[in-house]
């Protein structure tokens, strides 16, 4: 691969980085869907300051507004509004880290919520006090919630012998918190009656009781996010990104990674040049990138640049075995994928799509990014749908956090 390559590579990979950071690394796709429903965030159209929660039927391409009173502004004191961190587990929504502020007594902090669909029920579970906390991170795991997050001495409400990390679970179903002081992170999964942990440079598992720590070998450092697939766990086999280096450079090339975690075994091959991605079920699926071709989609003359698409407007997929790629999906030029990360629910991948639109600015035309939609993939039928932008449509919602 060509230099050149290499380095669109790097790049993109470094904003889609920041993206798939945004939305929740890893295994969290099942972690936001509900009676076929995906959840996101994006901005609300009225005022164009704060983002509420949606919900996308993967089915219909339909689009809703998951606050269920209809006369809320979604501002403030609306918990679907402007959401850090969300998870959907059953039928409880987890928002793990809300910020509040109180206009009167001008004091902000932050609370873990719970909010249950059914009954349409909110509590806070639990209050990490006042004058804003580090957060940290949030996994489901094994039907728990996770966290760990930064406390102080200082304002400490709750009985903490020391400052620091703290460590908790929370069972979301039964609604009970515990705190879990002998555990240092918190788990990415749990198999063979072990919990795995997973950070940028190391696999290690330990017992229930976060004891008898033992490490993997892993031959290269963990990409960060790990896109996982635990499709042969049964084997204990695991996948994962991680990246290395080109032996006669210092360019970081991705690897996806196959590893048993229960011989330490492993092999590896080298990803192919893509914009993203979703391992799903023994595929890598993404969005190829082409740097000898370039499709022309106009000029920006603000910025003085050109508009290209070099992705061709393809979904493909590579077996995790190894083998050749094939197009699944080929909409053609237009359709200009965008950096926001593949979600997989229910065996369906969602991939958004970007739109521009130009406009006057400054007496130059400028073009800007807008709309966008939604492509929903069947990996099983191999059948798809294009729905198109949700932006003026009734109850009308840009997908700021999903465009180009
Ligand atoms: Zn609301």
């Known amino acids: 691969m060509k230099r050149f390559a290499f380095k669109i590579l790097i790049v993109l990979l470094l904003i889609l980085t920041s993206c798939v950071n945004s939305d929740s690394a890893a295994a969290s796709s099942e972690n936001r869907y509900l009676d076929n429903c995906y959840m996101y965030m ?3 159209k009225d005022d164009g300051i704060g983002a509420v929660l949606n919900r996308f039927n993967i089915n219909t391409g339909e689009v809703t507004v998951l606050c269920p009173d209809p006369l809320c502004e979604h501002r403030n004191d609306c918990i679907f509004s402007t959401v850090n961190r969300f998870y959907v587990f059953k039928n409880i929504l987890i928002l793990p880290f809300d910020y509040h502020f109180d206009e009167a007594t001008q004091e902000r902090w ?16 639990l209050n990490y006090g006042l004058s804003g906390r580090t957060m940290s991170d949030f996994s489901i795991v094994d039907g728990y919630l996770w966290g760990k997050y930064l406390m102080y001495e200082a304002d400490n409400p709750y009985d903490k012998p020391t400052e620091g990390y703290r460590t908790y679970r929370y069972d979301i179903i039964a609604d009970e918190l515990e705190y879990m002081d002998d555990f240092v992170d918190i788990p990415t999964f749990i198999y063979d009656n072990r919990y795995y942990f997973i950070n940028d440079i190391m696999i290690y598992s330990t017992d229930l009781s976060g004891n008898d720590k033992i490490e993997t070998d892993i031959p290269v450092p963990i990409w960060t996010p790990a896109q996982l697939d635990m499709s042969e766990m049964d084997n204990g086999y695991l996948y994962y990104i991680g990246y290395g280096s080109d032996p006669d450079s210092d360019i970081r090339i991705e690897y996806i990674i196959r590893i ?6 492993y092999s590896q091959f080298q990803l192919p040049q893509l914009w993203n991605f979703r391992i799903y079920d023994g595929f890598l699926y993404y969005i190829p990138v082409y740097d000898e071709y370039q499709y ?6 603000f910025k003085n640049k050109d508009i290209v698409n070099n992705t061709g407007g393809k979904l493909m997929r590579i077996p995790l075995s190894g083998g050749e790629p094939e197009t699944v ?6 359709y200009l994928p965008s950096y926001s990360a593949i979600i997989e629910v229910d065996g369906k991948l969602i991939v958004d799509y970007g739109g521009f639109d130009t406009h006057e600015m400054f007496g130059v035309m400028t073009w800007y990014k807008s709309g966008g939609g939604k492509i929903v993939y069947d990996t099983v039928s191999g059948e798809y749908a294009v729905y198109p932008r949700t932006w003026n449509r009734p109850g009308g919602f840009l997908h700021e956090q999903n465009v180009f």
């Open 260 to 265: 048993n975690l229960l011989t330490g075994e």
């Open 329 to 334: 999906i080929d909409l053609g030029d237009e």
């Open 110 to 125: 932050y609370e873990a919520v719970r909010y249950d669909f059914v009954t349409n029920e909110t509590k806070v579970f």
């Open 296 to 301: 022309y989609l106009g000029h920006d003359d």
């Open 42 to 44: 994006s901005l609300r």
